[in-house]
């Protein structure tokens, strides 16, 4: 199956700042990497998507980036706020009959410091 | 957009009872929808993926017989956790694909908080 692989595991930066978060993944035939921010029990809220057609995408202070060839991608946040502070994940889907299952990576906890 | 709601958000159970979870698609129909199971500060680990009308596909590693899953209609998934125990205590989240087919955003419910004592 598909594996998922989310660096790094914390991320502390200052407010004002840039965060960005990598994720690669195993099996070329994934197509769709949405990325998640989850706040403590609550669920996890897509943020930016992108699928394996495009490269790039931007939604204001977000933007990802995908390099098939290589199998990752990245999620880019600017001028971060405190109110960005969460965890957030990368997650990829495949193609198939089993539509919409989600493989996640492990993680990015972050901290804006204001 | 499409919603998926969850419930209970929070229930506490005696070691050794079960629990029922539900997961609905408020105004979709979702012919399969997928259990997660998130400890604490870990990631979501997909548990089961739920069809509607036969029977669930679980995940290595995830006993069938302890986590009963049925999706009798179009609309809902129940997740039953049978003979709870402490370590089953964790926060169990469903989601679905919204409606249009492939191309659809996925939707998560709410989440259920379970704590065995």
């Known amino acids: 199956g598909e594996n998922v692989e989310q660096h790094p595991s914390t991320l502390s930066v200052q407010e004002g700042d840039s965060a960005v978060i990598k994720c690669t993944y195993s099996?070329?035939?994934?197509?769709?990497f949405p990325w998640y921010k989850q706040e403590l029990g609550k669920r996890p809220q897509l943020i930016i998507d992108i699928r394996s057609n495009v490269g790039e995408k931007k939604d204001q202070r977000i933007a990802v980036t995908l390099n098939k060839t290589a199998k990752h991608f990245s999620l880019h946040i600017t001028e971060t706020q405190p109110e960005d502070s969460a965890v957030y994940f990368c997650a990829a889907s495949m193609k198939g009959s089993t539509l919409g299952r989600l493989y996640f990576g492990r993680g990015t906890q972050l901290t804006v410091w204001p | 957009g499409a919603v998926v709601s969850q419930h209970p958000s929070r229930v506490i159970c005696k070691s050794g009872t079960s629990v029922k979870i539900e997961c609905r698609s408020l105004?979709?129909?979702?012919?399969?929808m997928f259990w997660y199971r998130q400890f604490p500060k870990q990631s979501l680990m997909l548990m089961a993926t739920?069809?509607?009308?036969?029977?669930?596909?679980?995940e290595q590693g995830v006993e069938k017989d302890k986590f009963l899953i049925n999706h009798a209609s179009l609309t809902l998934s129940t997740l039953t956790v049978t003979s709870a125990h402490p370590e089953d205590s964790s926060f169990y989240i469903c989601?679905?694909?919204?409606?249009?087919?492939?191309?659809?955003?996925?939707?998560f419910g709410e989440g259920s908080w379970l704590t065995v004592v």
């Open positions: 099996d070329s035939a994934s197509n769709y």
């Open positions: 739920s069809n509607e009308g036969s029977k669930a596909t679980y």
């Open positions: 989601s679905a694909r919204g409606p249009g087919g492939a191309g659809n955003t996925i939707y």
């Open positions: 105004d979709f129909q979702a012919t399969t």
